[in-house]
């Protein structure tokens, strides 16, 4: 679904009107190798969509729920084999859009989503202060496995992804993200009732399986309900605040549970508050616009048997060659088609590594330097926290300054890598003189308080670099912005099963101070990757077909929004007209 104001409203030219032929009929044929392949599938893929998206949102004078003869709302078919249909689309400030809904009814969206994604995050590293007590109930000693119950939970972010993003970008968001939070709840259980420890890493699994469904989901519900890239970009930096705060309270609860009520309790009240946050999200509306029409068309034939009324999405061609070749594959097309989507995915991925090897790390400073107790200890992640927290001003004051510049029409806003990456510009070095930090003032002749201030910046680096980042691919990929993120989120979450199964012993091994040296060195030389975008990003996009097919088709489609307001406004002018001019032959 598009913003009328600020996307552009969707139309094909000639040749994309007509009906997609299949792919060995077309691209395929003309055997450019692997990579003309994917490029010709990335332009039938922007095709397609916004060829739905320009019937989404033609605008005409009249809603069509409220008519019920021929009018102007009767928009042209998006084929010449389908004339005789009608097709149903938004009316210009439809309260059904929701662009459209209520700021009470979208901050309770956001509040809602918020929770959910609370649940899955905190799913992550919930085991990680109780593994000591689990291993020594099953007899576990390999230090490999006990990393394993992290690690097996993330392999669930590398594929949940993949599945749930673009699933929900054909079959809706409610559905896919209700389901798989129910059926996520169902293998927490698991996890507190599992007899040893390889069924108990079978139930990790699938619980990062199905944790992962809001994780992919929520980022196109954000893009559904808020329209301009200003509501957009702050609801996007509250979705980063959660996904840090999850993992941070998760080793608080373990590691006070498996000392005191058992470690099992930590998942059994994982659940209790993953059934309390179901409640909001089952009255949870449906938000994405294609399925909202879909039942709109469903509602007037039902009223009007005879109605000949479809919605675009109906019209698209739903087969498992499609599902295949170009729904499930648009994340991976994605990562090795954009330059775009793989150097932020690569730049999100070792940060997010790095972020899930604190739950490594930490217990090696503090617990064996300053000989903390696991749940004194997972306090120290509040820091962390604070960091996060910190970075929420920061972006409200740049993103209020950003406002303020736009309004006075200053020319550096309308370049499209100056609106979100100065965020990570800065977050990037502050986010790596954190990891110095740490390694170098981790010694027992200083007070852990150094450490642990390491942590300040090290949230506030983190949040920051991902909200630059995730807000630049959501607006860059627009209707496309859950199967962009899906890609990063599939590629981070890869690194962060590996790295961390190498944490213990790469301690071990450089020691804390040359760990953290190393890793620190490695976020400086991806740190420069936000500021080669500033300077290079409008030819990357320039040279980016995937952006190029989105783009012309968008200009496309205004071009042809804009005749058919035309036509609708002459014509009931020229209805106007008669009526005055022949009042007793009109009544």
């Given at each position: 679904?598009?913003?009328?104001?600020?996307l552009?409203?969707?139309?094909?030219s000639?040749?994309y009107?007509?009906?997609?032929?299949?792919l060995?009929?077309?691209?395929?044929?003309?055997?450019?190798?692997?990579?003309q392949?994917?490029s010709?599938?990335?332009?039938?893929d922007?095709s397609?969509?916004?060829?739905e998206?320009?019937?989404?949102?033609?605008?005409?004078?009249?809603?069509?729920?409220r008519?019920?003869?021929?009018?102007?709302?009767r928009?042209?078919?998006?084929?010449e084999?389908?004339?005789?249909a009608?097709?149903?689309?938004?009316?210009?400030n439809d309260?059904?859009?929701?662009y459209?809904?209520?700021?009470?009814?979208k901050v309770?969206?956001?509040?809602?989503?918020?929770t959910?994604?609370?649940n899955?995050?905190?799913?992550?590293?919930?085991?990680?202060?109780?593994?000591?007590?689990?291993?020594?109930?099953?007899?576990?000693?390999?230090?490999?496995?006990m990393?394993?119950?992290?690690?097996?939970?993330?392999?669930?972010?590398?594929?949940?992804?993949l599945?749930?993003a673009?699933?929900?970008e054909q079959?809706?968001?409610?559905?896919l993200?209700?389901?798989?939070f129910?059926?996520?709840m169902?293998w927490?259980?698991?996890?507190?009732?599992a007899?040893n420890w390889?069924?108990?890493l079978?139930?990790?699994?699938?619980?990062?399986?199905?944790?992962?469904a809001?994780?992919a989901?929520?980022?196109g519900i954000l893009?559904d309900?808020?329209?301009s890239t200003?509501?957009r970009?702050?609801?996007?930096?509250?979705?980063?605040?959660?996904?840090?705060?999850?993992?941070?309270?998760?080793?608080?609860?373990?590691?006070y549970?498996?000392?005191?009520?058992?470690?099992?309790?930590?998942?059994?009240?994982?659940?209790?508050?993953a059934?309390?946050?179901?409640?909001p999200?089952?009255?949870?509306?449906?938000?994405?616009g294609?399925?909202?029409?879909?039942?709109?068309?469903v509602?007037?034939?039902?009223q009007?048997?005879k109605?000949?009324?479809v919605?675009?999405?109906e019209q698209?061609?739903?087969?498992?060659?499609?599902?295949?070749?170009?729904?499930?594959?648009?994340?991976?097309?994605?990562?090795?088609?954009?330059?775009?989507?793989?150097?932020?995915?690569?730049?999100?991925?070792?940060?997010?590594?790095?972020?899930?090897?604190?739950f490594?790390?930490?217990?090696?400073?503090?617990e064996?330097i300053?000989?903390?107790?696991?749940g004194v200890?997972g306090l120290?992640?509040l820091?962390?926290?604070?960091g996060?927290?910190?970075?929420?001003?920061i972006?409200?004051?740049?993103?209020?300054?950003l406002l303020?510049?736009?309004?006075r029409?200053?020319?550096?806003?309308?370049?499209?890598e100056?609106?979100?990456?100065p965020?990570?510009?800065l977050?990037g070095?502050v986010?790596?003189?954190?990891?110095?930090?740490?390694?170098?003032?981790a010694?027992?002749?200083?007070?852990?308080?150094?450490p642990?201030l390491?942590?300040?910046?090290f949230?506030?680096?983190f949040?920051?670099i991902?909200?630059?980042?995730?807000?630049?691919?959501?607006?860059?990929y627009?209707?496309?912005?859950?199967?962009?993120?899906?890609?990063?989120?599939?590629?981070?979450?890869?690194?962060?099963?590996?790295?961390?199964?190498a944490?213990?012993?790469?301690?071990?091994?450089?020691?804390?101070?040359?760990?953290?040296?190393?890793?620190?060195?490695?976020?400086?030389?991806m740190?420069?990757?936000p500021?080669?975008?500033?300077?290079?990003?409008?030819?990357?996009r320039?040279?980016?077909?995937?952006?190029?097919?989105?783009?012309?088709?968008?200009?496309?489609?205004?071009?042809?929004?804009?005749?058919?307001?035309?036509?609708?406004?002459?014509?009931?002018?020229?209805r106007?007209?008669q009526?005055?001019?022949?009042?007793?032959?009109?009544?």
């Open positions: 679904m598009a913003d009328t104001s600020s552009g409203i969707a139309g094909q000639k040749q009107e007509q009906e997609p032929h299949d060995e009929a077309g691209h395929t044929q003309q055997h450019h190798g692997l990579r392949i994917i010709d599938i990335d332009e039938k922007a397609d969509r916004y060829r998206e320009t019937a989404d949102n033609i605008v005409g004078p009249i809603s069509c729920e008519r019920q003869e021929p009018g102007p709302w928009t042209p078919s998006l084929s084999s389908e004339n005789e009608s097709i149903v689309a938004w009316n210009e309260p059904e859009n929701p459209n809904w209520s700021k009470t009814r309770a969206i956001l509040i809602t989503t918020m959910s994604i609370i899955s995050t905190m799913g992550s590293s919930l085991p990680s202060n109780a593994v000591p007590a689990m291993t020594k109930e099953w007899g576990v000693t390999s230090t490999t496995q990393e394993l119950p992290v690690s097996i939970y993330l392999v669930g972010y590398i594929v949940g992804p599945v749930w673009p699933l929900c079959y809706g968001r409610k559905t993200v209700l389901v798989g129910i059926i996520f169902i927490t259980m698991a996890c507190a009732l007899p390889p069924v108990f079978v139930f990790r699994l699938f619980t990062g399986v199905f944790a992962s809001p994780m989901v929520v980022t893009a309900v808020f329209g200003l509501t970009g702050r609801a996007m930096s509250m979705f980063m605040a959660m996904t840090v705060l999850g993992p941070l309270f998760a080793p608080i609860v373990s590691g549970c498996s000392t005191t009520i058992g470690w099992r309790w930590s998942f059994w009240i994982a659940l209790i508050y059934g309390v946050s179901l409640i999200l089952a009255l949870m509306p449906e938000t994405h294609p399925i909202l029409l879909q039942r709109r068309a509602r007037m034939r039902e009007d048997p109605a000949n009324v919605a675009p999405h698209e061609k739903k087969s498992l060659r499609k599902l295949l070749a170009i729904v499930l594959t648009r994340p991976l097309r994605m990562i090795f088609s954009e330059l775009i989507v793989s150097c932020v995915a690569f730049y999100l991925a070792l940060v997010y590594a790095i972020f899930y090897m604190t490594t790390a930490f217990p090696l400073v503090f064996n300053y000989h903390f107790s696991p200890e120290i992640f820091a962390i926290g604070a996060t927290f910190l970075s929420i001003p972006f409200y004051a740049y993103d209020s300054y303020a510049a736009m309004d029409g200053e020319r550096w806003t309308k370049q499209e100056y609106r979100r990456l965020l990570a510009c977050g070095p986010f790596a003189i954190s990891m110095f930090w740490l390694g170098w003032t010694k027992s002749d200083v007070s852990f308080i150094a642990m390491a942590g300040v910046p949230g506030l680096g949040m920051l991902f909200i630059a980042l995730l807000n630049y691919l959501t607006d860059a627009e209707i496309f912005a859950a199967s962009a993120n899906a890609a990063a989120s599939c590629c981070r979450s890869l690194l962060a099963t590996v790295l961390p199964l944490a213990t012993p790469m301690f071990k091994r450089l020691t804390i101070p040359g760990a953290c040296s190393l890793l620190g060195g490695l976020s400086l030389l740190c420069v990757i500021f080669l975008f500033i300077w290079k990003g409008e030819q990357i320039a040279g980016s077909k995937f952006c190029n097919a989105l783009r012309e088709r968008k200009i496309e489609m205004q071009e042809k929004v804009e005749n058919q307001r035309q036509r609708a406004l002459l014509k009931q002018r020229n106007e007209d009526l005055i001019q022949n009042p007793r032959q009109n009544s």
